[in-house]
Structure formats: C-alpha cells, structure tokens
C-alpha cells in the first residue's frame, strides 16, 4: 500500500532510509524546518539549510521515485534568540515560492516562553500575509499540553488563517481532542519515549476518528524510527481495519492537506 | 473504525502489558536499591510515579481514558487568560 510520511527529517538520514522507505511504499515525505541538535550561529547558516532543503533533498528523494516537500521557519528551540529568529524570517519569502514548498513550519512552542511565543506570532503573520499553510510543532513531555493551549490561543487571535490550512502535530492523548475540536488538522508521531507508539495511535484513531488526522514518523537525527508509518499501518491491519481505513490516514489525509497548497502538484501514477 | 473486542485485546496484548509492569516493577526496585534511595523518593517525579500508578490501579474509572488522564499527571497546568502576544 502507498504511503506518506508527511513530517520526517530526511537530512538526518542515509540514503538507505530513502530505499527503505520506498520499498515500504512511501512515495511523498514532507520535511518541516527544524533543529539541528546545535544552536546556529548566523541567519547565512538557514540559508544553507533551506536549500538544502528546497534544492539537494528533492534531487536525494527521487532517486527513490519519492516525491520530497518542505516547510520554512526558524523552530521553536532558536526562536528563544529573538533577533536572530527576525533576520530569518525577513529571508523565508526568498524561498516560499520554490515548488515543493508546502509553506510555514514547524513553527511552534519549545518550553512555553514569552520569547518563543513572539516568534511564533510572528511566523504567523508571514503565513497568513501569504495565505501559506502551516505546520505547527508542539512541545515534549510536561510542556505539551499548555503549550498545545497556548498555541490554540495564539492561532485563533490570528482570525485570517483558516483552521483547515493548519496542522497541529505531536498531538497525544491529552491534546488532540483539543486541537480536533477547534477545527484544525492533528498529526501524531510515532516516535520511541517522548510521543506516540504505533499501538497507541490505532487507540486515538479508534477513539477520536480519522478526519483531518495524519501520522508521522518524524525521523530525525536522534533514536527514531523512520518505517514506523508501515509499523501503525499494519498495528491497523491486525485490529482488522480495513485498506480503505488505513489508506485514508496514511495517504488520503496528507494528501488532502498539501493540496491546499497553491504550488503543490500531484499526480496520480 | 471499529475497535477490537474486549477478549480480542485481552488476548493480544496480555503480555505486553505483563511485560511492561514488571519492567516498571524492576525500574522502581532499581531506585531503592540504590544509595540514597530515601532521597530519591522525594524526587517530585518519584510521586508523578506513584501518582500514575495509584490512578492505574482505580476502578471506579469507566471511561476509557487512563491513557489520557496519565497524560494530564505528567503535564504542566494551563492558564487561561495568559499574556498573548499582539492580542487582538
């Protein structure tokens, strides 16, 4: 069955993971902005790195025949360092209308603080001047669920984006009905310790429903797992949900968030 | 999506949950084996600990929801009215 992982670090992984994926039947990934386990030292260093991801990345994934999307935005972890977090932001339109940009993120929280909610604001006017989507990261452990309110505050104080152009991710069982119930999309990551199993995720699909839910791996440079969209996918298959079922929230779903995109493209082949 | 009955569930993730309650079990004698183990047990994490553990062991809860009231142990509390920036 063909899958998308709609939120995986694919520049912290080997090209094998790319033909693992692939062989899996991963044909899309979308790779949000993110830290990259250090503190950088200058906005030249995101530059870099938005090509990377706008330019190298694609050309890496499709060796596979793996279509690679991206998100721009400084994360949460540096937005803490106010002035650097503007000059990268001033410099995010350069990028925004490459084609496999999907468009904000992961902007979000990080410890809940006053600075990182500046920058998170800020992010969002930008999404919202360029009628961009956005994908939003919420933070680990005992900061998630109030910084997961504070982020619904935040987005409904911003009243141009629409709810249904915003996916808020790393959701768990405390926090997706809220996010759910306020109309945007909800991700769930399955990734080992800080969020979601694959068993766990059935359990919230089975208890809250699959519209307007994606799941993710969320592959990155720490202990994840890259193949754990395939682990949920067939977690669902023994529980006895049906092809239909698992391909809505494994395909269907993603695909109908990034088609809200203006540059996005797909064909069905 | 239809969950699986409640036998089904029983019969296939029995030991899963046997396997991860022993492993919780050897976590905490690990703890007190250790030097300092009477410190530790004033860790404010130890009593999130005991705290979960007490609501897993509840059964007046009929909601299905142990899952999510956990969560709510091991989770900051939020304040409604905080300061928003450029409140509109």
Redesign the interface.
């Known amino acids: 069955m063909r899958y998308i992982d709609p939120h995986i670090h694919m520049i912290s992984r080997l090209t094998d993971d790319y033909e693992r994926l692939a062989h899996a039947g991963c044909v899309a990934v979308s790779e949000p902005a993110f830290w990259a386990g250090f503190d950088r030292g200058s906005s030249l260093a995101f530059r870099d790195y938005f090509r990377q991801l706008t330019e190298v990345e694609p050309k890496r994934a499709a060796q596979y025949a793996i279509k690679h999307f991206c998100w721009l935005c400084i994360n949460a972890k540096e937005a803490e360092n106010v002035s650097l977090s503007r000059e990268v932001i001033a410099m995010i339109p350069e990028f925004l209308d490459k084609p496999n940009v999907l468009g904000i993120g992961e902007i979000g929280l990080n410890k809940n603080t006053k600075n990182e909610a500046t920058i998170f604001c800020e992010h969002l006017e930008l999404a919202a001047s360029r009628d961009e989507l956005v994908l939003i990261h919420t933070p680990h452990l005992e900061d998630k669920y109030k910084g997961t309110r504070m982020i619904l505050d935040m987005l409904r104080n911003e009243s141009r984006l629409k709810p249904e152009r915003v996916l808020v991710d790393h959701a768990e069982e405390h926090t997706i009905k809220p996010i759910l119930d306020a109309g945007y999309w909800c991700g769930m990551t399955l990734y080992p310790v800080t969020k979601c199993t694959p068993q766990r995720s059935a359990d919230m699909l089975e208890r809250f429903g699959s519209t307007r839910v994606c799941v993710n791996s969320a592959g990155d440079w720490g202990p994840s797992n890259p193949m754990n969209v395939p682990a949920l996918m067939l977690e669902m298959r023994l529980r006895g949900h049906s092809d239909a079922e698992i391909s809505k929230v494994v395909y269907d779903n993603p695909l109908a968030f990034f088609k809200q995109c203006k540059r996005f493209k797909w064909s069905e082949e | 999506?239809?969950?699986?009955t409640a036998q089904a569930a029983i019969d296939?993730?029995y030991l899963e949950t046997r396997c991860k309650l022993i492993e919780i079990a050897a976590n905490l004698d690990r703890i007190d084996r250790g030097d300092g183990a009477a410190g530790a047990a004033a860790d404010p994490r130890m009593a999130k600990v005991l705290e979960a553990l007490a609501l897993l062991n509840r059964t007046d809860i009929t909601t299905?929801?142990r899952?999510?009231r956990?969560?709510?142990v091991?989770?900051?509390?939020?304040?409604e009215g905080?300061?928003?920036?450029?409140?509109?």
Request: net charge positive.
């Open positions: 999506m239809t969950p699986l296939r993730y299905a929801d899952a999510e956990l969560q709510r091991f989770s900051q509390q939020f304040e905080w300061a928003i920036p450029n409140k509109k």
